[in-house]
């Protein structure tokens, strides 16, 4: 069982950043696949990035492409933390941001059945 807890939302203005944390409270968080997901009013939950585990000591990293080049996603085993470094903000961007753990090894990281385990969400509002 994996609780995550993410924290570091908040409200930014069009063109800022902002910096997402989600610690995770199992010792082997580093066995984990993690994603973030944002979820917009009225709309469903959409992936935003992962990293995953290459088995080559090296995690990759997955965008969605409306954040590349924008967003990005780094973890900090020796914490238990996911992060999200969210750059060049925009509008659209404005969501309740999630972050979500999957066990397996292999998974379809845009795909939110592939992850077991969610937090409770942050809240980001960007405005124009």
């Known amino acids: 069982q994996v609780q995550l807890v993410e924290s570091g939302g908040g409200l930014v203005q069009a063109g800022g950043s902002l910096r997402l944390s989600c610690a995770g409270s199992?010792?082997?968080?580093?066995?984990?696949?993690m994603g973030w997901f944002r979820q917009a009013p009225g709309k469903e939950r959409e992936f935003v990035a992962a990293?995953?585990?290459?088995?080559?000591?090296?995690?990759?990293?997955d965008f969605a492409d409306s954040v590349k080049g924008r967003f990005t996603i780094s973890r900090d085993n020796a914490r238990n933390t996911l992060y999200l470094q969210m750059s060049s903000l925009k509008p659209e961007d404005t969501a309740v941001y999630y972050c979500?753990?999957?066990?397996?090894?292999?998974?379809?990281?845009?795909?939110?059945?592939?992850?077991?385990?969610w937090g409770q969400g942050t809240q980001v509002t960007v405005s124009s």
């Open positions: 979500a753990a999957s066990s397996r090894q292999t998974i379809r990281t845009g795909v939110t059945s592939s992850y077991d385990y």
């Open positions: 199992s010792s082997t968080f580093r066995n984990y696949a």
């Open positions: 990293t995953t585990w290459t088995g080559r000591n090296t995690y990759a990293a």
